[in-house]
């Protein structure tokens, strides 16, 4: 029988570390979200203050009440830190979502493995690199895998739960449990780059903007076609955006990197140039997007 995990500290607090927080902190379990500065602590805070309003508007309905019940029991378990080796002291699982970088990724792990307790598991949601990679830098490969989740956290049903060579029964067994108590559908999959979902998602995005390269149709058309013909609720083109070019790209040349010769892995030029072109733009211009946005009524 595995050891049920009710203390969960998750490292990082983006747009994925803070909905693993939010969801844990939903369904019960005592959560630390740390993340380095205040800044993006209170960043992630304000992000789920406004992802459980309507988690409790879905789940309530007309029920206000029960609506606030839920709503402040969640936040009074959800805890924050910006003092990573201190925030796993009592951690019986420690997520991972922080910067998709090996080196930064290892470097926390080790420090971490030395202040966690031993019973800890430790978890990493990376999208694209190598679990075994990561977990060589700690003395608990028995107690590591993959829990990988997609965006809107608090939204989407699945839970990759990833298992290398030296994951235990009961580590694996203790990760599916935590999935389903988080009122996730769990998957097994080996460490292989991209997992499942990804290994799919990214060359089918890439093949989209590659359409739009050749000229073959309009980005409206591509998502149209995707969500009518083949019924996805996102057409690709809006997904790479959603999922974020930049980590797109990311994905890309590190798989093009390891496996060169992988046609559906070659870069693409347009999604090159749109990375760098964000890169590029000033604050001034976010800023006039920024106001021009609130200017139609958008929430931005
Ligand atoms: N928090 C809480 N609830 C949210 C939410 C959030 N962040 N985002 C959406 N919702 C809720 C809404 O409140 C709404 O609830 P309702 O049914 O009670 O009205 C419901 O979800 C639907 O949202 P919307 O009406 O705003 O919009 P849509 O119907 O278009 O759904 C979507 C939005 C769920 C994002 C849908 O478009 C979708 O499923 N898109 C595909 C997402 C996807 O493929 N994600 C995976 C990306 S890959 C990944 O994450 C892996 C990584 O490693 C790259």
Same mark, same amino acid.
């Not at 459980?52 to 029991?73: N, Q, Y």
């Given at each position: 029988?595995?050891?049920?995990?009710?203390? @969960?500290?998750?490292? %990082?607090?983006?747009?994925? %570390?803070?909905?693993?927080?939010?969801?844990?902190?939903?369904?019960?379990?005592?959560?630390?979200?740390?993340? #380095?500065?205040?800044?993006?602590?209170?960043?992630?805070?304000? +992000?789920?203050?406004?992802?459980?309003? +309507? @988690?409790?508007?879905?789940?309530?309905?007309?029920?206000?009440?029960?609506?606030?019940?839920? #709503?402040?029991?969640?936040?009074?378990?959800?805890?924050?830190?910006?003092?990573?080796?201190?925030?796993?002291?009592?951690?019986?699982? @420690?997520?991972?979502? #922080?910067?998709?970088?090996?080196?930064? =990724?290892?470097?926390? *792990? &080790?420090?971490?493995?030395?202040?966690?307790?031993?019973?800890?598991? *430790? &978890?990493?949601?990376?999208?694209?690199?190598?679990?075994? &990679?990561?977990?060589?830098?700690?003395?608990?490969?028995?107690?590591?895998?993959?829990?990988?989740?997609?965006?809107?956290?608090?939204?989407?049903?699945?839970?990759? @739960?990833?298992?290398?060579?030296?994951?235990?029964?009961?580590? /694996?067994?203790?990760?599916? !449990?935590? %999935?389903?108590?988080?009122?996730?559908?769990?998957?097994?999959?080996?460490?292989?780059?991209?997992?499942?979902?990804?290994?799919?998602?990214?060359? /089918?995005?890439?093949?989209? #903007?590659?359409?739009?390269? +050749?000229?073959?149709?309009?980005?409206?058309?591509? !998502?149209? &076609?995707?969500?009518? %013909?083949?019924? /996805?609720?996102?057409?690709?083109?809006?997904?790479?955006? /959603?999922?974020?070019?930049?980590?797109?790209? *990311?994905?890309?040349?590190?798989?093009?990197?390891?496996?060169?010769?992988?046609?559906?892995?070659?870069?693409?030029?347009?999604?090159? =140039?749109?990375?760098?072109?964000?890169?590029?733009?000033?604050?001034?211009?976010?800023?006039?997007?920024?106001?021009?946005?609130?200017?139609?009524? =958008?929430?931005?």
């Amino acid at each position: 029988m595995s050891a049920a995990i009710k203390n @969960v500290t998750v490292i %990082g607090s983006g747009l994925m %570390g803070a909905g693993i927080a939010q969801v844990a902190a939903q369904t019960g379990h005592i959560v630390t979200m740390v993340d #380095i500065d205040e800044m993006a602590v209170n960043k992630a805070e304000k +992000r789920i203050g406004d992802s459980i309003k +309507r @988690v409790a508007k879905k789940k309530f309905g007309d029920d206000g009440d029960g609506a606030a019940e839920f #709503i402040s029991g969640s936040i009074s378990r959800l805890g924050t830190s910006t003092d990573a080796v201190a925030a796993v002291g009592s951690a019986d699982l @420690v997520v991972e979502a #922080i910067v998709e970088n090996l080196n930064v =990724k290892k470097k926390l *792990f &080790a420090e971490l493995d030395k202040a966690a307790p031993s019973h800890t598991i *430790f &978890a990493s949601n990376t999208s694209s690199l190598s679990i075994t &990679a990561i977990a060589d830098a700690t003395t608990r490969k028995d107690r590591f895998g993959g829990l990988h989740f997609f965006n809107p956290v608090p939204v989407m049903k699945l839970l990759e @739960v990833v298992r290398i060579p030296e994951t235990s029964q009961e580590t /694996y067994e203790s990760m599916c !449990d935590w %999935g389903k108590a988080m009122g996730k559908v769990t998957v097994e999959c080996k460490d292989t780059p991209g997992f499942i979902v990804n290994r799919l998602l990214i060359p /089918y995005t890439l093949e989209a #903007i590659r359409l739009l390269e +050749r000229g073959d149709a309009s980005a409206r058309d591509i !998502d149209t &076609a995707m969500k009518l %013909g083949a019924g /996805y609720p996102m057409g690709p083109i809006e997904l790479s955006d /959603y999922v974020g070019l930049d980590t797109s790209k *990311f994905i890309i040349d590190g798989w093009h990197k390891s496996f060169p010769d992988v046609e559906l892995f070659k870069p693409s030029p347009m999604l090159e =140039k749109l990375v760098v072109k964000i890169a590029e733009t000033t604050e001034e211009t976010l800023a006039t997007m920024n106001d021009w946005g609130k200017a139609m009524g =958008k929430k931005v």
